[in-house]
């Protein structure tokens, strides 16, 4: 059984998926428009998101960009468009699979269930530096083999560090990535976590530091 975030503004369309879906034994969450879509991502964390592109307040497409700043969860998106430039765009975005609409339902069932089967054949992935280890499907970090408490948006602002160590950043390019384009904030806020993740991993200087680069952003720098 597997936790489903199905994401679409066609309650016939949710309903059809719950019906096929359910039968197989997953857990189901759904939401109509992109912004709750990602609310309930961080809630729910599912292990796999069925996407429409056209939603709602934030477009699948930005949505499933958002979701590949934090997740390599498998994604299959729907349209109702056959367009090559369609596919290409959400494969580009991240995209794991496209189904076209209408679709039969019983091979959509078919395509979730060898996303998942993919999904457990892959490696687990973990970053570690020093005595820091994240386990990116579970979320969670670790320090001397305790879990470090973390705000989930403090976890992803970690991951994405971790991911990128050695770059210079600014803190428009984080505040995009991790927080997303349509995020209304200034960015201080990038300030703010950083310091918080400082204060956090004080003890891990030696081996890795988020050092700040004037006027710019910041950088983690790292014991090669």
């Known amino acids: 059984m597997a936790k489903i975030l199905i994401v ?13 879906l359910s039968h197989d034994g997953h857990e189901l969450f759904f ?19 069925i996407l429409d592109v056209m939603l709602p307040v934030i477009s699948g497409y930005e949505v499933v960009k958002l979701i590949r700043t934090k997740s390599d969860v ?30 039969d339902p019983k091979e959509l069932a078919a395509r979730v269930r060898a996303q998942l089967r993919r999904k457990s054949e892959k490696s687990h992935e973990i970053l570690s530096l020093g005595n820091t280890v994240i386990d990116i499907d579970r979320m969670t970090v670790t320090l001397n083999g305790n879990v470090v408490n973390l705000k989930p948006k403090e976890t992803q602002l970690l991951i994405y560090l971790f991911r990128n160590k050695g770059l210079a950043l600014s803190r428009e390019k984080i505040l995009e990535d991790v927080w997303g384009y349509d995020y209304v904030g200034e960015t201080r806020t990038v300030d703010v976590h950083v310091n918080r993740l400082r204060e956090k991993f004080r003890d891990e200087e030696k081996y890795w530091r988020i050092k700040t680069l ?3 952003g910041y950088r983690l720098e790292y014991e090669r």
């Open 8 to 20: 679409d503004d066609d309650k016939n369309i949710r309903e059809v998926l719950r019906l096929y």
């Open 31 to 49: 939401a109509e428009d992109g912004s709750r879509a990602l609310d309930l991502f961080e809630e729910a964390r599912p292990d796999l998101v």
């Open 74 to 103: 498998p994604v299959i998106m729907l349209t109702a468009r056959d367009e090559v430039e369609d596919r290409i765009e959400g494969l580009d975005r991240g995209a794991d699979d496209y189904v076209i609409k209408p679709f």
């Open 214 to 216: 004037w006027s710019t």
